[in-house]
């Protein structure tokens, strides 16, 4: 079992453009998550699904949006990179809210934004 | 509010040496507790849990009791391994089931 995919695995990026960070799970999870990963300050929520169709705002969404079709799938995009967007991004899920607590975590996207 | 405390690392040991990382909590109500591990390069990965007071999760030769009295969490292990160099995250989740993460702990051991 995959479990959690991510794509890409690094890029750098320019400031001003616009991308779009993959997130695919096979478990068949009703929740997940983005964060951010930045030395010194942890990780930090940017939004979170309970459920597909439905999104919500974590602790640092400005400059990001997500969306949720399906089960799946959950694409965090940048609209508009700023170089303070440089950081290592984390897609996570869980079976439910009520297992928020025991996430599954994905490798990773270095992004570097220039 | 909620929140999660550890340690300040880094913490460096010799192999064989006996591990603790300190976690405390603040939380309303009654929270479930968690401790993850991140190897270098990788995503987090879920080590232990317990879900109320005085339940002891472990996991791999790690362990950490849930002590409500102290609102404590901390994390031990007997012997290190160089293989358990890794940063270590307490985490809590809230009875609304929002979940909060400890700065992290780096571990480094040395042979």
């Known amino acids: 079992t995959a479990g959690i995919t991510q794509a890409p695995t690094s890029q750098i990026l320019a400031a001003g453009r616009s991308m779009t960070l993959r997130c695919t799970q096979d478990?068949?999870?009703?929740?997940m998550y983005w964060y951010r990963q930045d030395l010194g300050l942890g990780l930090r929520l940017i939004h979170y699904?309970?459920?597909?169709?439905?999104?919500g705002k974590g602790e640092v969404p400005d400059g990001y949006s997500v969306s949720r079709a399906n089960t799946d799938d959950f694409p965090l995009t940048l609209a508009s990179a700023v170089p303070s967007q440089t950081s290592v991004y984390f897609c996570?899920?869980?079976?439910?809210?009520?297992?928020?607590?025991?996430?599954?975590f994905g490798p990773g996207t270095r992004l570097t934004v220039l | 509010g909620d929140s999660v405390t550890q340690m300040e690392g880094p913490v460096t040991l010799s192999e064989e040496a006996f591990l603790t990382i300190n976690c405390t909590y603040t939380a309303t109500g009654y929270p479930s507790l968690f401790w993850y591990v991140q190897y270098p390069g990788e995503g987090l990965q879920l080590l232990l849990k317990a879900t109320k007071a005085d339940d002891k999760g472990s996991n791999k030769g790690f362990e950490a009791t849930y002590r409500k009295e102290t609102t404590s969490f901390h994390l031990e292990k007997g012997s290190v391994q160089v293989s358990d160099s890794a940063v270590y995250f307490c985490?809590?989740?809230?009875?609304?089931?929002?979940?909060?993460f400890g700065p992290g702990t780096s571990l480094s051991v040395i042979p």
């Open positions: 478990m068949r999870h009703n929740a």
């Open positions: 699904s309970n459920t597909a169709g439905t999104t």
């Open positions: 985490a809590l989740k809230t009875s609304y089931d929002k979940v909060i």
């Open positions: 996570a899920s869980s079976s439910g809210t009520e297992r928020a607590g025991e996430q599954f």
